[in-house]
């Protein structure tokens, strides 16, 4: 009986009221703990997709960036890449000496009127002839170069027997291109030989034809050259050259 009234003393209207405040509030507090334990997990999730310690990017709502959008390049896609400027520098020697040495064989040569002396086309069934031309100069770029050139003319068949095999010699300013193994160049002639005489002249020379590398420096050089001479008596020569060009 003792105990039934402590009981009901226990369970008074004050504590009633307290235990109904402790009913009511325990489900906001078990709600408000499954939030949280929910805000949790999605932080967790969003952890692994971005990384422990990065964060998700900010104002992320699923919209391509700007650079990535139709119409809009990356900016880092427009600066030229080191690859790219090392490629557009082409290999080649650059600010060294170089010698070349041909022998020349001219094909058709067209030989002005002079005096009583009628125009005449000469090819080596008529005058058989034969050059050297030995250059010396600077490599400037892998497209461009200059120097000087000594051209020699001798003529072995057709000549009068009072006259001098040695018919020319000259020095030529020249200036030439390379384009891949494409080449050509030229510049004007000073001659000091003319004619089988000791007497000046003056012409120009055109060299093209092609550069083909081979080994240590080494260039087998192919080459028409085409000639002309203006003072004594007007000549036009085409021909055929082969050689070599070494590049220090």
Not at 90 to 113: E, H, K, N, S, W
Not at 160 to 169: E, I, N
Not at 173 to 184: E, S, V
Request: include cysteine; hydrophobic fraction near 45%; proline fraction near 8%.
């Amino acid at each position: 009986m003792v105990r039934t009234m402590r009981f009901a003393q226990f369970v008074a209207p004050d504590s009633i009221a307290f235990a109904t405040l402790l009913m009511a509030t325990a489900p906001a507090v078990t709600v408000d703990a499954a939030d949280q334990d929910a805000r949790a997990a999605q932080l967790d999730a969003i952890g692994v997709v971005y990384g422990v310690d990065q964060p998700p990017p900010l104002g992320d709502h699923s919209t391509p960036h700007r650079t990535m959008r139709a119409g809009v390049s990356d900016p880092a896609n427009c600066a030229p890449s080191t690859a790219t400027e090392e490629t557009a520098l082409r290999a080649g020697p650059r600010g060294r000496p170089f010698l070349a040495a041909l022998g020349a064989i001219p094909l058709v040569t067209y030989a002005g009127a002079t005096g009583p002396r009628p125009s005449e086309h000469l090819t080596p069934a008529d005058r058989f002839a034969m050059a050297q031309l030995i250059g010396v100069g600077y490599v400037v770029n892998p497209r461009f170069r200059f120097g000087a050139m000594g051209i020699f003319n001798e003529v072995l068949t057709g000549l009068p027997r009072t006259a001098d095999a040695w018919q020319f010699a000259g020095i030529a300013p020249i200036a030439i291109g390379t384009f891949d193994h494409l080449i050509i160049g030229g510049g004007p002639i000073i001659a000091y030989r003319s004619g089988g005489k000791y007497q000046s002249d003056f012409g120009a020379v055109v060299l093209s034809g092609v550069s083909i590398p081979l080994k240590k420096g080494l260039a087998l050089n192919v080459v028409a050259p085409t000639t002309a001479l203006f003072v004594r008596r007007v000549t036009v020569s085409v021909g055929v050259a082969v050689g070599v060009a070494k590049v220090f």
